[in-house]
């Protein structure tokens, strides 16, 4: 079956890192889109990974082990723009991208 | 250039009634995704088109279609609606899987 899990909040100070994790169980996988999306807007996206390994992007990287169907998103020198919801999902075959239900980032000063 | 566009914003029907969404992709992407993204499940698929052709589908019950015409624009159909059809559709496109899926700003639909 399909599951993907990741924490449904966390608060953080601004200027801080912070990781937030996604654990994923698909039928069939081919790669990890990590998303973000503000209150009332679209989802943004931020990155991929389909091999093993760190992807950096300036503040943002991520990073994906197959093996054990986990992922993280670390966000560097928070801002208080960052807060937002941060969605993980997992490509299946077919182009199917089945979404975590998100996890709430607060910033606070 | 533009990104990807949605039609209408916000819309409001009642029981019973059947809706159509339009979506125009980003110039040149040829796949087209439908979502829809309630408080309580999340953002859920219901299906992709490329080239015209459905190439994979959510488990949506029957009343919800779409389609897909030659120059990439997509349209999902929901018929016989529900109170619990109301959510927000988003619409993505793309080019290739590593770029990511550009998503709209969505269609909010309301049934009373």
């Known amino acids: 079956g399909q599951n993907i899990d990741q924490p449904t909040e966390m608060t953080a100070t601004e200027g801080a890192i912070v990781q937030i994790n996604c654990t994923y169980q698909?039928?069939?996988?081919?790669?990890l889109f990590w998303y973000q999306q503000h209150a009332g807007e679209a989802p943004t996206f931020l990155s991929y990974?389909?091999?093993?390994g760190l992807e950096e992007k300036g503040r943002f990287s991520s990073f994906l082990s197959r093996s054990k169907g986990y992922s993280y998103l670390l966000l560097k020198e928070l801002q208080m723009k960052d807060s937002a919801s941060y969605l993980c999902?997992?490509?299946?075959?077919?182009?199917?991208?089945?979404f975590g239900a998100g996890t709430i980032l607060r910033v606070k000063s | 250039k533009a990104g990807v566009t949605q039609t209408p914003r916000y819309l409001i029907k009642t029981r019973g009634q059947q809706v159509t969404l339009s979506c125009s992709p980003i110039?040149?992407?040829?796949?087209v995704s439908w979502y829809q993204q309630t408080p309580g499940q999340g953002l859920q698929f219901l299906f992709e088109?490329?080239?015209?052709?459905?190439?994979n589908k959510g488990n949506f019950p029957g009343r919800f279609s779409g389609r897909q015409f030659s120059n990439s624009r997509s349209e999902m159909n929901v018929s016989t609606l529900e109170l619990g059809d109301s959510a927000l559709y988003l619409c993505?496109?793309?080019?290739?899987?590593?770029?990511?899926?550009?998503f709209g700003s969505g269609t909010r639909l309301t049934v009373v």
């Open positions: 088109y490329f080239s015209e052709t459905q190439r």
């Open positions: 993505a496109s793309s080019l290739a899987s590593r770029g990511g899926y550009t």
């Open positions: 698909t039928s069939g996988f081919n790669g």
């Open positions: 110039s040149g992407h040829r796949s």
């Open positions: 990974n389909v091999l093993d």
């Open positions: 999902a997992a490509m299946e075959y077919g182009n199917k991208l089945v």
